[in-house]
């Protein structure tokens, strides 16, 4: 069970604030719901805890994802993220069909208007606060693991240009909260408008509104983390460690080269093509310097390195800078 806790210690942060925010919006906006009868207020209901229940589960994954390799299951829990997500976006689904169901029964059907409408636009107004603290924190964290180190006000904007590079928990914290944030400004504005014009249809319109930006959330990440559970290779850092390790004079060519995710971490698996003639003793110590400086690269946990000799057919096709002669092969590193 102490191990348990301490996993718990290393998971996503936003995706647990992110829990908790919803869990405490789920709460307030069903009882603005049960007093106001408010059909936007029940689609932002049926939203908020969708988001709780789903990021409260990726916490939970991502926290066993870090757990380490054991002898039967060697390759780790890397991918039990993903596999989470996939779960998790099972409840999304489910209350963005009940919540586009009740708004076009509504639009449809719509009611006189509801009461208490102070309470509806309070609520509301607590929630886009409270989605936008946890969507900015969530862009912070986003740029954090793409390498950026300015965040401030612009942080939002700033992280849609590195949203692919962010963990797999991370992101799906980042767009259920751009909705959540979405979906409360359009539940305001529709309440407004419907208090003053009469078209209280638009409640129900907006409830289908926000339950299709749900949908679409459930479709990217679905999407996502099928590909990670799968296993994706990550073409940005194979690029990266591969022209890395060409620039290493004693590397001829690259006959293979796969970083495949798996969740939040990167394995690397690569064939390099060197000089027959070195000695076996030489080659490891090139050996052990490739594989530290690829465990250096952020995200890579695993690197399975081995060599082959130049075949005289250039595999490797990405530009790399212009290689140093290796002339004596005492000159180790």
């Given at each position: 069970?102490?191990?348990?806790?301490?996993?718990?210690?290393?998971?996503?942060?936003?995706?647990?604030?992110?829990?908790?925010?919803?869990?405490?919006?789920?709460?307030?906006?069903?009882?603005?719901?049960?007093?106001?009868?408010?059909?936007?207020?029940?689609?932002?209901?049926?939203?908020?805890?969708?988001?709780?229940?789903?990021?409260?589960?990726?916490?939970?994954?991502?926290?066993?994802?870090?757990?380490?390799?054991?002898?039967?299951?060697?390759?780790?829990?890397?991918?039990?993220?993903?596999?989470?997500?996939?779960?998790?976006?099972?409840?999304?689904?489910?209350?963005?069909?009940?919540?586009?169901?009740?708004?076009?029964?509504?639009?449809?059907?719509?009611?006189?208007?509801?009461?208490?409408?102070?309470?509806?636009?309070?609520?509301?107004?607590?929630?886009?606060?409270?989605?936008?603290?946890?969507?900015?924190k969530a862009a912070k964290e986003v740029l954090h693991e793409a390498g950026q180190t300015k965040t401030g006000l612009a942080a939002i904007p700033k992280s849609v240009a590195y949203l692919n590079r962010a963990k797999p928990a991370t992101k799906l914290v980042w767009m259920e909260d751009l909705v959540a944030t979405s979906g409360n400004i359009l539940a305001f504005l529709a309440i407004i408008i419907a208090y003053f014009t009469g078209?209280?249809?638009?409640?129900?319109?907006?409830?289908?509104?926000?339950?299709?930006?749900?949908?679409?959330?459930?479709?990217?990440?679905?999407?996502?983390?099928?590909?990670?559970?799968?296993?994706?290779?990550?073409?940005?850092?194979?690029?990266?460690?591969?022209?890395?390790?060409?620039?290493?004079?004693?590397?001829?060519?690259?006959?293979?080269?796969?970083?495949?995710?798996?969740?939040?971490?990167?394995?690397?698996?690569?064939?390099?093509?060197?000089?027959?003639?070195?000695?076996?003793?030489?080659?490891?110590?090139?050996?052990?310097?490739?594989?530290?400086?690829?465990?250096?690269?952020?995200?890579?946990?695993?690197?399975?390195?081995?060599?082959?000799?130049?075949?005289?057919?250039?595999?490797?096709?990405?530009?790399?800078?212009?290689?140093?002669?290796?002339?004596?092969?005492?000159?180790?590193?």
């Open positions: 069970m102490g191990d348990f806790f301490k996993l718990l210690k290393s998971g996503n942060k936003p995706s647990l604030v992110a829990a908790f925010v919803n869990l405490f919006l789920g709460i307030i906006k069903g009882a603005a719901y049960f007093f106001t009868g408010n059909v936007a207020m029940f689609a932002e209901m049926m939203h908020s805890l969708g988001d709780a229940a789903n990021q409260f589960f990726v916490f939970i994954g991502s926290a066993l994802s870090k757990k380490a390799p054991t002898k039967r299951f060697p390759n780790g829990f890397g991918r039990v993220v993903n596999l989470v997500c996939l779960g998790a976006v099972l409840i999304v689904a489910i209350l963005s069909y009940e919540t586009v169901k009740e708004g076009w029964h509504h639009f449809m059907h719509p009611a006189e208007q509801s009461g208490g409408i102070l309470i509806a636009l309070g609520v509301l107004f607590l929630g886009f606060v409270l989605e936008g603290f946890v969507l900015h078209f209280h249809a638009l409640e129900g319109l907006v409830s289908m509104i926000i339950g299709l930006m749900m949908f679409y959330v459930v479709g990217r990440v679905f999407l996502d983390n099928a590909r990670g559970a799968i296993g994706e290779n990550d073409e940005e850092m194979q690029v990266h460690i591969g022209n890395m390790v060409m620039e290493d004079p004693h590397i001829t060519d690259i006959r293979s080269l796969e970083v495949i995710k798996e969740g939040e971490f990167l394995h690397v698996d690569l064939v390099a093509e060197t000089d027959p003639n070195q000695s076996l003793a030489y080659l490891d110590d090139v050996r052990d310097h490739l594989i530290k400086l690829i465990m250096s690269q952020k995200g890579v946990t695993k690197v399975t390195l081995s060599f082959d000799e130049e075949d005289g057919i250039t595999e490797w096709k990405h530009p790399v800078k212009e290689k140093k002669i290796l002339i004596d092969e005492t000159n180790k590193r």
